[in-house]
């Protein structure tokens, strides 16, 4: 090889060596911050199966817990960057969300009581009863306006103050079977049919509505795939239980 091309070459690839020593780290994966309220199960879940769209898009997702309402407002703040699920709509109060059009899940509100039965017919059958509520839980706060009705915090003050007799109905949902086994707080009624069935959705703040459309196509996906049934079907058999433990003889 002449002398003057292998000087050349020589210099490229010390060039080169030296660029790489420049060249940025690769992107850390983005991170995204999600608000739901704590202790609440049926978040949780449905923050599980977020998690795995998201790692789907290549999104890391990490959760914060908050109260009902201060969870919405972080997410409309933009203090995080959405909120887990709500009952769709609640853009019209919060208009700085967007919802992701696929539910995450379908949830019942259950009416729970000490032992008082009588056959639940939606929100209206709730209407001769102190109910309890937990604020901010946007489908319970809507369906029992102008009721006799008191607010919680969280599932736990919610399940004292039925227990204490403060109301004589609980709206809940199902996942409250493992906090009345955790409290010890049996025995209790579940009333059938739930009072309502309600799709809920994925909010996102508005400066990730790009993510919406792929979101909600993943979602799908993960439903027609089963991996949304699978995630589900993880704290049905813990649920059954802790109602067999702790249900009302005969129920």
Not at 16 to 28: F, V
Not at 219 to 226: E, S, V, Y
Not at 240 to 250: D, V
Request: aromatic fraction near 6%; glycine fraction near 8%; include cysteine.
């Amino acid at each position: 090889m002449p002398r003057p091309l292998a000087v050349t070459l020589l210099i490229c690839v010390g060039l080169l060596t030296c660029l790489g020593l420049w060249l940025p780290e690769p992107a850390a994966a983005e991170t995204l911050v999600l608000s739901h309220l704590g202790n609440d199960q049926a978040t949780g879940q449905a923050f599980h199966i977020l998690q795995e769209a998201y790692r789907r898009l290549g999104i890391e997702v990490r959760e914060e817990l908050l109260p009902h309402e201060r969870s919405l407002r972080a997410a409309n703040a933009g203090e995080t960057d959405g909120e887990v699920m709500r009952m769709a709509g609640i853009e019209a109060q919060y208009p700085d969300l967007v919802r992701v059009p696929e539910p995450v899940v379908t949830f019942d509100a259950v009416a729970f009581t000490t032992g008082l039965a009588f056959q639940v017919d939606g929100w209206e059958s709730l209407r001769p009863y102190p109910v309890c509520i937990n604020r901010g839980m946007k489908m319970a706060e809507q369906g029992t306006e102008g009721m006799n009705r008191m607010f919680g915090t969280s599932v736990e003050q919610i399940i004292e103050m039925l227990r204490r007799g403060h109301c004589l109905v609980a709206v809940l949902g199902r996942f409250a079977w493992l906090e009345f086994d955790r409290l010890d707080a049996g025995p209790i009624r579940e009333l059938e049919p739930p009072i309502a069935s309600l799709p809920l959705f994925h909010y996102v703040n508005r400066r990730h509505a790009a993510l919406v459309p792929k979101l909600a196509e993943t979602l799908r996906q993960m439903r027609r795939d089963g991996t949304t049934a699978a995630i589900i079907a993880i704290d049905q058999q813990p649920i059954a239980a802790a109602r067999q433990r702790n249900s009302l003889p005969g129920q």
